[in-house]
Structures are given as structure tokens and as C-alpha cells.
């Protein structure tokens, strides 16, 4: 008899829990995110995604004006609610689109940050955007766009395309660096017994340069052939610290480390066909400039796009220049495997970002 009370308080247990209600409870983050830098998955309903694709595609994924015409800013995928629970819940970026004719549909997205917190928000006038980090995986962000019309949400895309834009590009920068760095590279352990500098890189990168101020980091896929330069410059540089003393920098460090033949004649130079896009930046608190461009190797016809940055780094008390720069031919060849220019790029500019 004993054991029956015992055996049947178990089963009571047992079907008590199960009954619960969870509908409040939000998921654990163990894995790490998935995916390539560069990629935006949008999940809504098919025809709202259709009324908006253009949207999307002219004030998210606008190109980038220092590579070629037809990158976008983005890779945009259209994921399913049926193909998200199957398989890409664990994307690093996503954006959800919520609107009054599909809410009920996509109800059941208020598991990742709690059906209170969805419903609240979907109650909300007009339209409006909410980043959540770490739901489904680490280093993983979520933007729910609330809107009563599809129409309503694809003005308020207009109309806030660079702030919208800013915002993913962000976290993206932020999410992919932490995500495939490690402090344990060689690289790593350089920069912080010399320097006190900390930065992680991935372990797909190798040092291909080594002197006592100035560093190149490799990394090749396939027809891809990527580096991060990096620069040491002392606690004084050329002033004022605009495009074109940054440049001239640029131009000395190619002609004194990065040449191509053993006479000089051929180095790593800056292109002037183009019009090179310089903004005051930060990088995690470090004050600088940033510079978009086109390198070139001077004396043959070869480029590609780069991005440099140059900040103070008040703990080691140095200037630092960083810069990541691709190499990557046949990209029309190779575009529908999602290979890009833009996708590489956005990678070095991750790996840079985690300065600290």
C-alpha cells in the first residue's frame, strides 16, 4: 500500500508540472548565435514581407558607397515562422514584423522575451523597434518592429533608415567579434604583454607580419584573401588627425611594411578614383577617426575596399591604427553562396571592435 501512495503522488507530480503555465517563462542562451556577419533574417508573414521587401531593400540594405554598386549593406533573408522554430531561432541578427492582421500568428515570438512583455508591446500606438540581446542564443540580437499596417511600418523605414540601420549594424559589430574572438590568439598575447592592448581574433587567423609597431593578421577562404593591419604609433601622431593625415600614415606604413617586391616599387597604396568617406568614430570609448576607402597595390592593376580606423587608447597610452582591408575577385560568381565583399569586410570590422 505504500508503495502504491508513493508510485501515485510521483504521477500526481508529474502531471502538475506538466500542466503548468509557462507562457511567461523565457528561454535559457547556451549556444553561441549563428551565422555570417552581413546577413539580416526577417521573419513576418509572406505577404507582408512581399508589401515590404523594397523597403527593406532601399533603406536597410542600401550599398555601401566604398565597394561595388550591387553589395548591399545587408544580406536580406526572408525566414518563415515555420522555418524559424524548425531551424533559426539561433541566428545572431533577426528582426521580427508584427503587425495588427499578423499578431496572432505571431504570438508564439513572445516566448523569447516573455508574453507579458509582447503583448504590452504590440498594444503600443504607431510603430515602433525593440533590440532584445541573448534570447535564444549568446551573442545574438532580436528587433521586434511593432506597426498597426505594413504601409505604417514601411515609412517609419523610410523615414528613420539611418538610425534603424546604425542600430543593427551595431550590435552586428559588437555580436560577431565577441562570438568567433578568443583572447588566446598569439596575436592576442602580443598585444597585451607589449602594449597592454586587449583584443581577441579568431582562430581561422594567422600573423603574417610581426615587427616591434606594426602587425598583419591573414585570413583566406577560398578566393577571399583578408587582413587586419595593425599600427603602434607612439603617443603623438601628425596633427589634426583628419582624412588626409590618415591617409598620408596609410601611404607610409604600405611603403615600410607591405611591399611587394624586394626594391619597393610595388606596395599596399590608396587608390584616388575614389572618394574616401572619413567620420569621427569611436571604438568602445576610444576617440578616433574612421575612414572608408579603396586600396590599391601601386603599380598593378589590384584592390579592394578597406576600412581604417585610427584612435587614442588611453590605457596603453598610444595611437593605434586599425585597419581591415579584402581582397575577393569573382564576386558575381560567387555571391549566391553568400560570399561578398560586404560579408568579409564586416568580419575585420568585428574582429576590430573588440578593443578594449
Known amino acids: 500500500m505504500r508503495k502504491n501512495n508513493i508510485l501515485y503522488l510521483l504521477l500526481l507530480l508529474i502531471f502538475s508540472f506538466l500542466g503548468c503555465d509557462n507562457t ?11 551565422g555570417f556577419a552581413g546577413e539580416l533574417n526577417i521573419t513576418t508573414d509572406l505577404e507582408t514581407y512581399k508589401y515590404l521587401r523594397d523597403g527593406f531593400k532601399y533603406h536597410l540594405a542600401t550599398p555601401q558607397e566604398y565597394l561595388i554598386p550591387n553589395e ?34 505571431m504570438t508564439s515570438l513572445g516566448f523569447g522575451i516573455g508574453q507579458a512583455k509582447f503583448d504590452s508591446l504590440s498594444a503600443l500606438p504607431g510603430v515602433s523597434i525593440h533590440q532584445f540581446n541573448n534570447v535564444w542564443a549568446k551573442n545574438q540580437s532580436v528587433f521586434y518592429i511593432f506597426g498597426t499596417t505594413p504601409e505604417a511600418i514601411r515609412l ?5 533608415s539611418d538610425s534603424i540601420r546604425n542600430l543593427i549594424y551595431t550590435s552586428e559589430l559588437n555580436n560577431f ?12 598575447k602580443i598585444l597585451a604583454e607589449r602594449f597592454n592592448i586587449e583584443m581577441e581574433f579568431p ?67 590608396t587608390s584616388n578614383l575614389f572618394d574616401h568617406k572619413d567620420t569621427t568614430y569611436s571604438i568602445n570609448d576610444h576617440e578616433g577617426v574612421k575612414i572608408n576607402g579603396w586600396w590599391v597595390i601601386e603599380g598593378l592593376f589590384r584592390g579592394g575596399p578597406f ?22 575577385p569573382n564576386v558575381d560568381v560567387r555571391k549566391d553562396e553568400g ?6 569586410l564586416r568580419t575585420l570590422e568585428s574582429i576590430i571592435h573588440t578593443l578594449k
Open 24 to 34: 511567461n517563462d523565457r528561454p535559457v542562451a547556451i549556444n553561441q548565435s549563428l
Open 72 to 105: 548591399p549593406f545587408f544580406r536580406i533573408n526572408f525566414i518563415s515562422m515555420e522555418g524559424l522554430k524548425g531551424s533559426y531561432l539561433e541566428y545572431q541578427t533577426q528582426v521580427f514584423v508584427i503587425t495588427e492582421s499578423n499578431k496572432q500568428e
Open 156 to 160: 517609419y523605414l523610410k523615414d528613420h
Open 177 to 188: 567579434g565577441s562570438r568567433v574572438g578568443s583572447n588566446k590568439h598569439p596575436l592576442s
Open 203 to 269: 582562430k581561422f587567423t594567422e600573423i603574417d607580419i610581426q615587427k616591434d609597431s606594426f602587425y598583419s593578421l591573414n585570413w583566406q577562404e577560398g578566393d577571399a584573401n583578408c587582413n587586419i593591419l595593425i599600427g603602434i604609433l607612439g603617443s603623438e601622431i601628425e596633427q589634426p588627425i583628419n582624412k588626409e593625415s590618415i591617409l598620408r600614415l596609410r601611404n607610409a606604413q604600405g611603403k615600410n611594411h607591405l611591399q611587394m617586391d624586394t626594391i619597393g616599387i610595388f606596395y599596399l597604396g
Open 307 to 328: 576600412t581604417r580606423y585610427v584612435v587614442y587608447h588611453e590605457p596603453s597610452k598610444n595611437w593605434i591604427s586599425l585597419e581591415g582591408l579584402v581582397y575577393f
Open 339 to 344: 560570399k561578398s565583399k560586404s560579408r568579409y
